[in-house]
């Protein structure tokens, strides 16, 4: 049963930093695309960034120079490094992977840049 686990999300200062943890089961994270989504207050969810199963990555033009994705194959986990934060990336922060056709998500995790 393919099931994700976010945490790390917190309240943070505007320039501060937060790393994202997407624990996953019922699959290999290298062995698929997978990806962190974003839903701000009053926005759609989007895609913030993506790591492919050959270490290939794609961000969004708003975090890239500040995010880095990246996964650990040992512990099955991806990784979401966001660094220099700002209040424009208060959301709540999804992961994602599509396997044998079906999309899954987490629950998400809660980050507030505020001061």
């Known amino acids: 049963q393919v099931q994700l686990v976010e945490s790390g999300g917190d309240l943070v200062q505007p320039g501060g930093s937060l790393r994202l943890y997407c624990t996953a089961s019922?699959?290999?994270?290298?062995?698929?695309?997978m990806s962190w989504y974003r839903q701000g207050p009053g926005k759609d969810r989007a895609l913030v960034a993506i790591?492919?199963?050959?270490?290939?990555?794609n961000y969004a033009d708003s975090v890239k120079g500040r995010f880095t994705i990246s996964r650990d194959h040992a512990k099955n986990t991806v990784y979401l490094q966001m660094n220099s934060l700002e209040p424009e990336d208060t959301a709540v922060y999804y992961c994602?992977?599509?396997?044998?056709?079906?999309?899954?998500w987490g629950q998400g995790t809660q980050v507030t840049v505020s001061s």
């Open positions: 994602s992977v599509n396997v044998r056709k079906l999309n899954y």
């Open positions: 019922g699959f290999t994270v290298s062995d698929y695309a």
């Open positions: 790591i492919y199963p050959g270490r290939g990555t």
